[in-house]
């Protein structure tokens, strides 16, 4: 997971940053600028953690057991538990609405995610991620 400074920013001063990121998030009309914007701003690690959201997102859509995604996406069983908690209480419906809505197969979300994944192991795996060898 990223890593969040201990200083607090002020309630009023995040409240104009946060929508100030809003704004240049609702100026990206095409897919190739959102793609831009997202390889400008997000580090490696940040853009592998969100892909990995989504595709824990669209397993639980497709209700693939927690254990099966665990392994295929290498994220703690934890993590889904919690994730599983808000998908439940329906804290994901605008996502979910998104997924359902521009239905793809399982398995080509699937092999979108394997193919940004670093190696499981070794030292390769750094060097993976420090080069920004994936695509989404």
Same mark, same amino acid.
């Given at each position: ?21 809003? #704004? ?21 690690? #940040?853009?592998?953690?969100? +892909? ?9 859509? #497709? ?6 995604? +665990? ?28 997924? @359902? ?10 092999? @979108? ?24």
């Amino acid at each position: 997971m990223s890593q969040v400074s201990k200083r607090k920013v002020e309630d009023k001063s995040f409240q104009k940053i946060f929508g100030k990121f809003i #704004e240049v998030l609702d100026l990206n009309k095409s897919k190739k600028n959102t793609e831009s914007f997202i390889y400008e701003f997000f580090y490696p690690t #940040e853009r592998i953690m969100f +892909a990995k959201r989504i595709g824990i997102i669209y397993m639980l859509i #497709e209700k693939v057991p927690d254990r099966v995604i +665990a392994d295929t996406l290498s994220v703690s069983t934890s993590t889904i538990g919690r994730m599983i908690d808000k998908y439940e209480k329906g804290e994901y419906s605008y996502l979910v609405s998104i997924m @359902k809505r521009n239905k793809e197969s399982i398995l080509d979300i699937l092999e @979108k995610i394997y193919f940004i994944m670093p190696p499981k192991v070794g030292r390769k795996r750094y060097r993976f991620v420090r080069q920004g060898k994936f695509h989404i």
